[in-house]
């Protein structure tokens, strides 16, 4: 069970946008629509702010989207704002297990 | 509202065991799945177990090798983790979390430390 693949850090100036890739293989990203993104500010719990690929649970705003392409899943923040910035974590339902990503840090310059 | 409340971490020997609980309120918890995942200091999330509501499915990840064992007692929404054989690299802040459908953790407690040293 190998972590899913995503950059290290990202960043972007407030209102732009940016993408958060996750990449893993037909066994797990490719082969279910259950990917799932988490946001984490520093000392605090996960956040879940997608699901099932690009599902957005109540409250979460419309500014967060998710997609998928293959054996990629891909995370979208527009109009970025100063709160964003944290660690944003991909995951992926498989058989018998959840993968995480290994966690991309964001930064809003 | 839904919460989740980790207890029973704390500072260990390697060799040693512990056993983590979780005291769910605020749903019905026979009906959810509940997983743990880990955190060790300063690096990301890694899953751990997951149980579904009814005791039937039970899944640890591989590099646990055993020394772990999930359980729950649904007539007092409680979540259990008993660690033993506990070894350096199990040093982390230990959460669980609801699972509301496959794989998504939708509400986390604030977690407990787990200190292996």
């Known amino acids: 069970q190998s972590a899913l693949t995503q950059p290290a850090s990202v960043s972007g100036s407030p209102g732009q946008s940016i993408t958060i890739s996750c990449t893993g293989t037909s066994s797990d990203v490719g082969g279910y629509n259950y990917v799932s993104w988490y946001q984490q500010h520093p000392g605090k719990a996960p956040k879940l702010m997608i699901y099932d690929v690009s599902n957005r649970p109540s409250g979460v705003s419309h500014r967060f989207s998710g997609s998928k392409s293959g054996n990629t899943a891909s995370l979208t923040i527009s109009g970025l704002q100063p709160e964003d910035e944290a660690d944003y974590y991909c995951s992926s339902y498989t058989s018998s297990s959840v993968l995480f990503g290994g966690g991309t840090k964001l930064t809003v310059l | 509202e839904v919460q989740l409340v980790e207890s029973g971490g704390g500072l260990v020997q390697p060799g040693g065991s512990l056993r983590l609980s979780c005291a769910a309120s605020?749903?019905?918890?026979?009906?959810?799945?509940i997983s743990w995942v880990r955190q060790a200091p300063g690096q990301g999330l890694e899953w751990v177990s997951s149980i579904s509501g009814s005791n039937s499915y039970i899944y640890y990840a591989d590099s646990l090798k055993g020394r772990f064992t999930i359980s729950r007692d649904n007539a007092e929404n409680s979540l259990y983790l008993q660690m033993n054989s506990l070894r350096a690299e199990d040093t982390a802040v230990y959460y669980c979390?609801?699972?509301?459908?496959?794989?998504?953790?939708?509400?986390w407690g604030q977690g407990t430390l787990v200190t292996v040293s």
């Open positions: 605020g749903f019905t918890f026979s009906s959810y799945s």
């Open positions: 979390a609801r699972a509301s459908g496959y794989g998504v953790l939708d509400y």
